[in-house]
């Protein structure tokens, strides 16, 4: 009798100990998780924080973008700034500018009737390759200017004619082109290319 009374005693011991051991066992399995869930947003946060833009940043990233985008196309709206958009995508021989009197000296031009232009031609005199742009205060003008350049391509000619005959060669295959107000006049191997990105400056 006194043994089953201790064996009963036993077991209910054994049954209270492995009670409080699952007890246990779930409450550090709580903390555990809780735990895991703290280094996630910990980790969150960080990436976050790391991800955000301080104000304005944006704001000021666009004005810089936008400023430079507003500068190119600022710059074609001149025709220095179409010549030299050209002369940076074609490359030319060393060229000079011409301005005031030799404009009409040299192309039987008014620059009067000009309302903006830009002429390069050769700095050394064995090369040909010549880009004007030239934009006329009214329309009715264009003919008169694409006469003059023509002028101008005739006299380059003559120059060359018995001189340097690829140069001479060269002057013969000048182009014109008229586009609204302005009128391309240029003399150069690589004139396609000239007209190409002039076509695309000018709307």
């Given at each position: 009798?006194?043994?089953r009374?201790?064996?009963?005693?036993?077991?209910?011991?054994?049954?209270?100990?492995?009670?409080?051991?699952?007890?246990?066992?779930?409450?550090?399995?709580?903390?555990?998780?809780?735990?895991?869930?703290?280094?996630?947003?910990?980790?969150?946060?960080?990436?976050?924080?790391?991800?955000?833009?301080?104000?304005?940043?944006?704001?000021?990233?666009?004005?810089?973008?936008?400023?430079?985008?507003?500068?190119?196309?600022?710059?074609?709206?001149?025709?220095?700034g179409?010549?030299?958009?050209?002369?940076?995508?074609?490359?030319?021989?060393?060229l000079?500018?011409?301005?005031?009197?030799?404009?009409?000296?040299?192309?039987?031009?008014?620059?009067?009737?000009?309302a903006?232009?830009?002429?390069?031609?050769p700095?050394?005199?064995?090369?040909?390759?010549?880009?004007?742009?030239?934009?006329?205060?009214?329309?009715?003008?264009?003919?008169?200017?694409?006469?003059?350049?023509?002028?101008?391509?005739?006299?380059?000619?003559?120059?060359?004619?018995t001189?340097?005959?690829?140069?001479?060669?060269?002057?013969?295959?000048?182009?014109?082109?008229?586009?609204?107000?302005?009128?391309?006049?240029?003399?150069?191997?690589?004139?396609?290319?000239?007209?190409?990105?002039?076509?695309?400056?000018?709307?």
């Amino acid at each position: 009798m006194k043994k089953r009374v201790l064996q009963l005693l036993m077991v209910v011991a054994m049954g209270v100990a492995l009670t409080a051991c699952s007890g246990n066992n779930t409450d550090k399995n709580v903390n555990a998780g809780n735990g895991s869930n703290t280094s996630q947003d910990g980790s969150n946060a960080g990436s976050n924080s790391g991800g955000e833009t301080a104000p304005g940043e944006d704001a000021d990233k666009g004005k810089e973008e936008g400023a430079g985008t507003g500068a190119g196309s600022a710059e074609t709206d001149s025709a220095k700034g179409i010549v030299d958009a050209i002369l940076n995508k074609v490359e030319q021989p060393a060229l000079a500018p011409i301005e005031g009197d030799m404009v009409k000296d040299l192309y039987h031009l008014d620059p009067s009737i000009l309302a903006d232009y830009a002429i390069m031609s050769p700095l050394m005199n064995v090369k040909t390759n010549e880009v004007a742009v030239l934009k006329v205060k009214d329309a009715k003008d264009v003919a008169t200017v694409e006469e003059a350049v023509k002028k101008r391509a005739a006299d380059v000619q003559k120059q060359f004619e018995t001189y340097l005959q690829d140069q001479y060669e060269n002057a013969k295959n000048f182009q014109v082109v008229k586009k609204g107000d302005y009128v391309l006049f240029v003399i150069s191997e690589s004139a396609d290319d000239i007209v190409s990105e002039f076509n695309s400056l000018v709307k």
